[in-house]
């Protein structure tokens, strides 16, 4: 964060943008680079639950259950409170759990990068980090029952079928700033 430059927006209370959307749909690489651009911390919920856990997401799958993982993220979400102006990407079901949707509403808004999956399945390359995907129908499953999800629970929905990363980020990074939230 650069204080003195008045290019930056200051924010009162606890102003997160939470990305949310299908698996693969570029959320930590966005959070990443528009947290480069407008000096602003970025965080992942998947990272911060396999910190809590001690084990990746995976393994926690495998030994514990999806629902020893939904738990941590909703712990790790709740830990968020205490910081300021987070760039959050968010993993793909964090929308399975009300309390999830509930916390990010109340910490800031909730952007969804709605795409297609036949998109989301080309740009996942490692599947054993994604341990609720399974098969090809499973996959599809999967989104037909989240993309719901995301959009009620989207303040803001940005439309990434058919264009670039650089364009999307464009885009998101523009519309975040002209409302005020960069």
Known sequence: MVPNDSRYVVHEGCDHIFFVGFLGAGKSTLARNLGSLFHRPNVDTD??????????????????????????????LSTLFAKKSLLVS?????????????????????????????DSMRQIKNTVRRPDLGDARQAEELYCHRRPLYEASADIRIDIRNKSFEQVALESGQLLWEKGLL
């Open 90 to 118: 968010c993993g793909g079901g964090i929308v399975e759990c009300q309390r999830n949707i509930e916390l990010m509403h109340q910490m800031g808004i909730v952007v969804y990068l709605d795409g297609d999956l036949a």
């Open 47 to 76: 990272r911060i639950a396999e910190r809590l856990l001690g084990k990746p997401i995976a393994r926690v799958f495998a030994e514990d259950g999806e629902d020893a993982f939904r738990a941590a993220e909703t712990r790790g």
